[in-house]
């Protein structure tokens, strides 16, 4: 019996070695769970920071480029106002330079080309139907070709723009007048007419603004040195425009 009981207590002595080393795994298991579990957070955490400054650094890139699309767009804008610009100033001192170069001129219509045409003689009868004598201004004349050749415009150069300004005068007292049979001795009774010979700008604004005043929406257009002046309303002052549809935008207001 002695021997039976000796043989249990070492059973049991083996079984609590074997529980306390068992139970020694186990914790060492759930020690390195735990560590592990707490490297996953650490590394959650880590990736959650991560992926917090990539949509932050996305956002920045994000409204750098918008900032830049913007600058791109004002800059574009900014440069098509600057070409528009530059283009309506070259108008301006294009239409300036033809403006000068004309400002000496008249120009005579309605008069049909002859072949023997004399136009020295034929202005000499014209300006001694305005009330020059014997000295009148000086000149040059000349006429302007034509697709038929036969109602090209006979252009006047003075040598003064006074010179000119006054032989449009008296013209504008003597206009019913001015006949084709008065210039060239004919029988022919049509009538012939004095104009400025202006820029191609000019007349185009002329054009637009002798139509509006036709349709009643204009008081009155002057020629001041090559320039078409309109006045829109009687108590209106006289304007300049630098194109026509710049004047057609003002009357449709």
């Known amino acids: 019996m002695g021997k039976d009981e000796t043989k249990e207590q070492r059973n049991n002595t083996l079984r609590s070695a074997n529980n306390e080393v068992s139970l020694t795994d186990i914790g060492r298991s759930l020690s390195a769970i735990n560590e592990t579990l707490a490297k996953m957070k650490t590394g959650q955490e880590k990736l959650s920071d991560d992926i917090k400054q990539v949509r932050g650094d ?36 294009e239409d300036a330079l033809e403006i000068d170069k004309r400002i000496n001129n008249l120009r005579l219509d309605g008069l049909s080309y002859q072949a023997d045409e004399k136009l020295d003689h034929i202005m000499q009868n014209l300006l001694s139907r305005l009330g020059y004598a014997n000295s009148g201004p000086r000149f040059k004349a000349y006429r302007l070709k034509s697709q038929d050749n036969s109602q090209g415009s006979v252009i ?32 022919d009774q ?52 630098d194109t026509p549809e710049m004047l057609k935008e003002e009357i449709s207001e």
């Open 156 to 187: 006047i150069k003075f040598a003064t723009a006074f010179d000119k300004n006054i032989v449009y005068e008296r013209y504008l007292k003597l206009t019913k007048y001015i006949t084709v049979g008065l210039l060239t001795g004919s029988s």
């Open 58 to 93: 996305i956002k920045k890139s994000s409204d750098e480029i918008k900032m830049i699309a913007d600058g791109l767009k004002n800059l574009k804008t900014t440069m098509h106002d600057t070409i528009a610009n530059v283009s309506r100033i070259e108008r301006k001192l």
């Open 190 to 241: 049509k009538r012939c007419f004095l104009s400025h010979d202006l820029s191609r700008n000019q007349y185009a604004i002329n054009k637009a603004a002798v139509a509006a005043k036709k349709e009643g929406r204009i008081h009155k257009i002057r020629t001041v040195n090559g320039c078409v002046l309109v006045k829109i309303s009687p108590q209106g002052e006289f304007r300049c425009f």
